[in-house]
């Protein structure tokens, strides 16, 4: 099984980010930031984090988007802002088809979030310093199996949310 760490909207908080990956980095393989970190690219806080640029991010060497798979499944990561995430999926639905991919993270709303859309997975960890919706400041955990996902929740002061574990299935692509 593998693991993937998500986070999004850090809003220049480099201390959240170290403290996060201190936590939980040497138990995923890859670390995910959907953007508006507000940091440079060359950031020490976000060494080891496959990083997009958001809307309030100014480092131009930030993609607006990457592909990145992992154990036979392909990640879209984009922040969402390109897509009008705030009122649509649609836009980064088409895009997700576009390069094939299967798991969609994404930020900008603030706003956690997991659903299913015609096989593909949509996950917004929401935010970690700027939470709406919600008091807890959010980041998510998402366990790789052969055809299941585990979607874990965590809170930047309180650890782990059990209450809002979530389960998908997907199978690997081909």
């Known amino acids: 099984m593998k693991r993937a760490l998500i986070v999004s909207d850090s809003h220049g908080s480099s201390e959240v980010l170290e ?59 984009t922040h969402g802002h390109l897509y009008s995430v705030k009122s649509t999926l649609m836009n980064l639905h088409y895009r997700a088809r576009e390069v094939n991919a299967n798991i ?3 930020g900008h709303s603030h706003v956690l979030g997991a659903e299913m ?37 965590f809170d930047i002061d309180k650890g782990e949310l059990p209450g809002l574990q979530q389960s998908f299935t997907l199978p690997k692509r081909k």
């Open 117 to 153: 859309i015609d096989g593909i997975l949509f996950i917004n960890p929401g935010s970690i310093l700027l939470p709406r919706m919600r008091l807890e400041k959010t980041y998510v955990i998402l366990d790789l199996s052969e055809t299941d996902l585990i979607l874990r929740t």
């Open 104 to 106: 969609v993270c994404f």
């Open 19 to 77: 403290t996060i990956k201190e936590k939980h980095g040497s138990e995923v393989e890859v670390m995910v930031h959907c953007g508006d970190s507000e940091l440079a690219a060359d950031d020490s806080a976000l060494s080891g984090f496959a990083v997009v640029r958001g809307n309030c991010d100014y480092d131009q060497k930030l993609p607006n988007e990457l592909v990145k798979d992992i154990d036979g499944y392909r990640l879209y990561v």
